[in-house]
């Protein structure tokens, strides 16, 4: 039988970005462990698509977050509501400044060799007491065992910035492994947290159009915005009106 997105919807989370946050900064500071996914339509669309995709979001541990407004908006048509967006860059920003605050650990994986340092620069400038257990760029060959040595170190923190479905897929496998750890697959976010590509200016984001900014600004993203978003679209309607 075909997944229906309401699997996704039922688990997400449909709070304040606040209490999210401090729902994190609370599983760091327990040491449970915790995998995130920063949702955005193409990501519940990879979960149709590819059955460990499917496991990874379905399973009862795996919190979701609606990163992008396509979710919010999807979400709506099915008749759930939720309070607001919560970025994976404004989490990464969050849990620096709480890893500074209580002197805890974080690696980071993914981006280009010198996104990430770049990145890494920024994190030991802004954020001196936070930890910096290591970093790995996302070219590596062997990405399987790379993640499963982060595993074993134990970082209070893990961001996983490959691209979906790899970071959700690995992060999935693995996790489990350690005893505790946040681990979150944040997407491009090294590329704007390192200062190399620009966020949205603000009028974009007040007004949802964060979309728009980055196809205008990549327009290669174009056929994936159509292949996720409009498709979703088809999706939920057909859910909504019981044809699935
Ligand atoms: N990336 C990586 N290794 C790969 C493929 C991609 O580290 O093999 C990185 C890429 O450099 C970028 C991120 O993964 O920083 C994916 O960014 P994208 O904007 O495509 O992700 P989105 O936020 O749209 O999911």
């Known amino acids: 039988m075909a997944v229906r997105m309401r699997t996704y919807y039922d688990k997400a989370y449909k709070g304040k970005k606040k209490d999210f946050l401090n729902l994190l900064k609370e599983r760091i500071d ?29 399973d009862e541990e795996t919190l979701i977050v609606p990163d992008g407004i396509g979710v919010i908006r999807g979400g709506k048509q ?43 620069a ?12 290591g970093c790995t760029d996302g070219y590596v060959q062997d990405k399987e065992k790379v993640f499963r040595e982060i595993v074993e170190m134990q970082p209070d923190i893990v961001l996983v910035a490959l691209g979906a479905p790899k970071q959700e897929l690995l992060i999935h496998r693995y996790y489990r492994r350690g005893e505790k750890g946040v681990f979150i697959g944040v997407g491009g976010s090294f590329d704007v947290l390192s200062g190399r590509k620009k966020r949205a200016p603000s009028f974009f984001i007040r007004h949802n159009l964060e979309w728009l900014y980055r196809i205008a600004s990549e327009p290669k993203r174009l056929k994936r915005f159509w292949d996720s978003n409009i498709k979703f679209l088809f999706e939920l309607r057909k859910e909504k009106h019981g044809n699935r």
């Open 122 to 133: 920024r994190v030991r400038r802004e954020y001196p007491n936070a930890v910096l257990a």
């Open 78 to 120: 099915l008749g759930y509501e939720f309070e607001e967006r919560i970025p994976g860059v404004e989490i990464c920003e969050e849990l620096f400044a709480y890893a500074d605050q209580k002197g805890r650990s974080l690696y980071l994986f993914g981006a280009e060799k010198s996104v990430l340092e770049d990145l890494a």
């Open 30 to 58: 327990s040491g449970r462990r915790t995998f995130v996914v920063t949702a955005n339509p193409e990501i519940f669309m990879l979960g149709r698509k590819l059955p460990e995709m499917n496991e990874a979001l379905s």
